[in-house]
């Protein structure tokens, strides 16, 4: 089952990291793969949404409940579609000197076998370009990055 962590350190404040993970609806315009996204519901600390992924022949859209406790921890969790099971979450903290330090966390297996067989030969480099894509776009939104602001993921469990 794929899973996937890593911390970044990003000279974005807790809150716009916070504010950018947490707009669900925006994630079609700039994240690789997303073709839809639709908030069903939202109140002040939690949103439902459905969310559609394409990828060539694929396409599957699942329904999360995420939960908003600002501007700390984003914590998805999964609801209904192509998955056995989905753990995602965010971490803002300020950083020493300014900034943040992120901490991404997902774990996944899809219910299909043959999408799990195909996820998995390219998990890894599918969810760094994923955390890349928060990147830019927070340079979009916020401005460029100072040099050496990110941080090298760390290795997920049961990697070297």
Not at 57 to 69: A, H, P, Y
Not at 90 to 116: N, T, Y
Request: aromatic share 12%.
């Amino acid at each position: 089952m794929p899973t996937h962590a890593e911390k970044k350190r990003l000279p974005y404040s807790p809150e716009q990291m916070f504010d950018l993970v947490a707009d669900v609806r925006r994630y079609p315009e700039f994240l690789p793969w997303c073709v839809g996204s639709h908030v069903v519901s939202r109140a002040e600390n939690e949103l439902i949404a459905d969310l559609t992924i394409g990828f060539k022949l694929f396409r599957e859209t699942f329904r999360s409940r995420v939960t908003l406790e600002r501007p700390g921890h984003v914590h998805v969790e999964y609801l209904t579609g192509p998955f056995r099971y989905l753990n995602n979450h965010w971490h803002f903290a300020p950083a020493p000197g300014g900034g943040s330090e992120i901490s991404f966390f997902v774990d996944f297996e899809f219910k299909s076998r043959l999408l799990q067989a195909v996820i998995g030969t390219v998990f890894n480099e599918a969810v760094r370009l994923m955390v890349r894509a928060f990147e830019r776009r927070a340079m979009a939104l916020y401005g460029r990055e100072r040099p050496g602001a990110g941080l090298a993921p760390r290795p997920s469990p049961g990697q070297g």
